[in-house]
């Protein structure tokens, strides 16, 4: 034959590598931004926590010093790290405890009400749900005011004059149940919706089944429904140990920075404050790199959850 | 039937105490300044006003902070949304050497806690100043970059969902029609995936929106480049608080979010089986 030999191939090798290449074209971007602005920190945290990183050093009067675990060492010896991780632990459990109590409560009361109720009850959750948290500060903050706030005019009105003028930032625990009761007002509507669903999802039959081999309410709740919510238990009390565990602005607005002498510090506003009030940057690295393991310890436990329940990748 | 009333009356009761403290913020937003002043505890009011909104507005500069929020806001939603979308075409019609490794790390990047990256990206930004401004401390553009990148795991994570509804054939019947990898993703995939890339847009600018921290490191000293709640915080001053003011500035904050929260419930649902149908 006289026509000359065409290769039978297109020209593979350059076909075949394009579209090996197609996909880190168009991982760029994302790949990119989250290098730049997650990764990278992240490795600057670890690396400058290991460092004498302070005003002067940042200014560039004195040379940079690496000082191995010293800032850790400082942190363990100091009694107010301990105070500040127990305060953060007991804070963020009771909110974490209360959403779901809350939460769960009214997502249970939600499946026996009117369906008006209900979609009252809804909105206005969806109306706490939705409000910022700086918004939602302020206006806690307004509701609880000591001498203009509603809340106290109504109980000094109520024959409790000992609340006119009262304040409810003074002492710790009182200023640490103010910003958990904001907490808890922004919070529980996502439990709810989601244990809402949850319940909704059980197949009225299951139920009727239990009725009719005797099961009385309490049993069908204990036995029937509660494993069949555990899926959705443990998603919103993971994701609201996450929550919790990292509130800053909460308690930045409602105490002011940290309440009177640091008394409600969290970890969060503690390293902030170590480091752009006091300019130790070293040890506020430190102390996040120690919120940033315990909040992977509750990730990893987050995965494993949602690994049983057979979430696929 | 007394029973089912009592529930109700429960049920009403909570709801009422719920939405008690955004009521009251319209509230004091709408009182006259003296009566709020004097501590008027009245639950309504008859001389509704809107001097507060014009005070925030005109005396206190809200605006500008109102429009830098907004443009924020804006940027981040449109970059964010890219770089997922983009991301998520990548992550789900291809099949890649580390594909599943990638999406791990999505996955826990998504659960970084941010607020501990404070300090380095700080620094971050403060060398990101000196070579480009626009991008450094005290400029908007330091935080459009932090808050693309904190939206975005989320967001590759909920449009990967979407891109991967729809169905293989109708790219290999874009192809036929020889249509290029590009062509079939702007032209056809983007299109079809647009309800998830409104929710994932929503979820963006939600968070950017209430970003108190990264605002408040970031803008240190350039009073014209502050976002809204940095601006609301500075309505704070001991034993004379402007209630009235910090409570029209709050309702300017929250009504957008609302909007937004009540748009999302909606298209959720309805943009899932959209993506379906392909």
Known sequence: MGIPALPLRRP?????????????????????????????????????????????????????????????????????????????????GACVLGTILLGGGLAVLATRLSPWVRTLLFLAALGAWATPAVTGSAVWLFLFDPTLGPVNQALAGLGLTEFSGHSWTYTKTSAFVLVASQVLWCSFPFVMVTLYAAIRAIPEEVIEAARLDGASTARIARSVMLPMLRPAMTIVTIQSI?????????????????????QNLVLNVYAYQKAFASGQYGLGSAIGVITTLLLLLITLGYLRALRRQGEVL | ????????????????????????????????????????????????????????????????????????????????????????????????????????????????????????????????????????????????????????????????????????????????????????????????????????????????????????????????????????????????NDWGGIMAGSVLMTIPVLVFFLFVQRRLASGLGGAVKG
């Open chain 1, 242 to 262: 996450i929550w919790d565990f990292k509130i800053f602005t909460q308690i930045y607005i409602m105490t002011g920075g940290g309440g009177i002498a640091g």
């Open chain 2, 1 to 240: 039937m007394l029973r089912r009333i009592r529930t109700d009356a429960a049920g009403l009761l909570i709801a009422l105490v719920v939405a008690f403290p955004l009521y009251w913020m319209v509230l004091s937003a709408l009182k006259p300044r003296a009566a709020l002043e004097a501590g008027d505890p009245m639950p309504f009011t008859l001389t509704p006003t809107l001097d507060s909104f014009r005070r925030v507005l005109l005396v206190d500069g809200f605006g500008q902070y109102l429009l830098n929020s907004v443009v924020v806001a804006a940027v981040v939603v449109t970059a964010s949304t890219f770089c997922a979308f983009c991301a998520a075409v990548a992550l789900t019609r291809y099949r890649f050497r580390l594909r599943t490794t990638l999406l791990v790390l999505v996955l826990i990047a998504q659960m970084v806690p941010v607020e501990a990256l404070t300090i380095p990206l700080f620094f971050l930004m403060r060398s990101m100043g000196q070579a480009v401004p626009e991008l450094g401390l005290n400029h908007l553009g330091s935080l459009m970059l932090v808050h693309t990148a904190f939206a975005v795991p989320l967001a590759i994570w909920m449009l990967r969902g979407f891109v991967a509804a729809v169905p293989k054939e109708l790219e290999e019947a874009a192809q036929l029609d020889g249509a290029g990898s590009l062509t079939f993703v702007t032209r056809v995939l983007f299109p079809l995936v647009a309800p998830g890339v409104v929710a994932c847009s929503i979820f963006s600018f939600i968070m950017t929106w209430n970003d108190f921290l990264f605002a408040k490191t970031f803008i240190i000293s350039a009073q014209e480049n502050q976002t809204l709640p940095i601006a609301l915080l500075s309505f704070f001053k001991p034993d004379e």
């Open chain 1, 12 to 92: 593979g090798g350059t076909a075949s590598g394009r579209r090996r290449l197609e996909p880190w074209m168009y991982l760029v971007p994302a790949l990119a931004v989250l290098g730049t602005m997650l990764v990278y920190p992240l490795y600057q945290l670890v690396l400058v926590s290991f460092y004498d990183y302070r005003q002067p050093q940042v200014t560039g009067a004195e040379p940079l010093r690496f000082t191995g675990l010293a800032n850790y060492r400082e942190l363990l010896s100091d009694p107010q790290f301990w105070e500040v991780l127990l305060n953060t632990v007991v804070f963020a």
